[in-house]
């Protein structure tokens, strides 16, 4: 996959996921990626710097104009820890951890992370309001109930599958009770 077609794809699926999430400023929104299967490998044991790069950094030109918080999952040999904007984590009161990712502990993503974000933590968990997985990294521990699934406009970026989920509130109170319109399902 040529990089310019790899950072046009992901800037397509962004935009495409923030409008139909309907989040905006202030929100999080959590990336999980394996660069390993962007390439046609097996998630984590192909990891490149510059896919994760490529990826973070697109991503980011997308959010950050809308105000929107970008949080980068890690691997599990990093218990599936996050880089966040210290900002964020402190005005969320977040625990932050001490470590720093490697290519193969916390992967392409997280170092990527560290490379363009302005002070970049890592924080042990977090419920974000949206987000995207580009190969099949599980993301659902960190987006919030309830979990609207999200089907990407575009399926594949280069080999890995993509996911996205949404969330939503809860819809309590019953048959009686009326709710606003849900802003993700349009209904």
Same mark, same amino acid.
């Given at each position: 996959?040529?990089?310019?077609?790899?950072?046009? =794809?992901?800037?397509?699926?962004? +935009?495409?996921?923030?409008? !139909?999430?309907?989040?905006?400023? %202030?929100?999080?929104?959590?990336?999980?990626?394996?660069?390993?299967?962007?390439?046609?490998?097996?998630? %984590? =044991?192909?990891?490149?710097?510059?896919?994760?790069?490529?990826?973070?950094?697109?991503?980011? +030109?997308?959010? +950050?104009?809308?105000?929107?918080?970008?949080?980068? *999952?890690?691997?599990?040999?990093?218990?599936?820890?996050?880089?966040?904007?210290?900002?964020?984590?402190?005005?969320?009161?977040? +625990?932050? &951890?001490? &470590?720093?990712?490697?290519?193969?502990? %916390?992967?392409?993503? *997280?170092?990527? @992370?560290?490379?363009?974000?302005?002070?970049? &933590?890592?924080?042990?968990?977090?419920?974000? *309001? @949206?987000?995207?997985?580009?190969?099949?990294?599980?993301?659902?521990?960190?987006?919030?109930?309830? *979990?609207?699934?999200?089907?990407?406009?575009?399926?594949?970026?280069?080999? @890995?599958? &993509?996911?996205?989920?949404?969330?939503?509130? =809860?819809?309590?109170?019953?048959? !009686? @009770?009326?709710?606003?319109?849900?802003?993700?399902?349009?209904?």
């Amino acid at each position: 996959m040529m990089l310019l077609d790899l950072e046009e =794809k992901t800037r397509v699926l962004i +935009e495409d996921i923030v409008e !139909r999430s309907a989040i905006g400023s %202030g929100s999080i929104f959590v990336l999980g990626l394996s660069s390993s299967e962007v390439i046609g490998g097996i998630i %984590g =044991k192909a990891s490149s710097r510059e896919i994760g790069q490529r990826i973070v950094k697109t991503i980011l +030109e997308v959010l +950050e104009p809308k105000g929107i918080y970008l949080a980068v *999952q890690g691997c599990e040999h990093l218990n599936r820890a996050l880089v966040v904007e210290r900002e964020l984590a402190l005005a969320k009161d977040l +625990e932050i &951890v001490n &470590v720093l990712p490697t290519l193969h502990a %916390g992967g392409s993503g *997280q170092l990527a @992370a560290f490379d363009y974000m302005e002070d970049p &933590v890592e924080v042990e968990e977090i419920l974000a *309001q @949206a987000g995207i997985d580009i190969g099949d990294t599980s993301i659902g521990m960190h987006v919030k109930r309830v *979990q609207v699934p999200l089907r990407p406009i575009i399926s594949e970026l280069g080999g @890995a599958h &993509v996911t996205a989920l949404a969330s939503r509130p =809860k819809l309590i109170g019953g048959a !009686r @009770a009326e709710y606003l319109a849900d802003p993700i399902r349009k209904n």
